[in-house]
């Protein structure tokens, strides 16, 4: 891992660049997904089924 002290001028600039751009794609998603009902009512029923106990646990899902 390399510290920030040393990166280049150009190094340090490209990195800001890219946190950015993925930070905003992320906020993007995530508007536009708290926008649709249908995504909504999902989060709705997996929480009520977590609730509920209505889950199952990594090793039941992947028979580990």
Known sequence: MTAVKDLTTEELQILIK????????EW??????????SYL???EEARNDHQMG????FEEVFGV
Do not use: F, H
């Open 41 to 43: 009512a999902s989060i």
């Open 18 to 25: 890219t946190t950015v751009e993925e930070t905003m794609q």
């Open 54 to 57: 209505r889950t199952k646990c």
């Open 28 to 37: 993007v998603e995530d508007l536009l997904a708290l926008n649709n009902p």
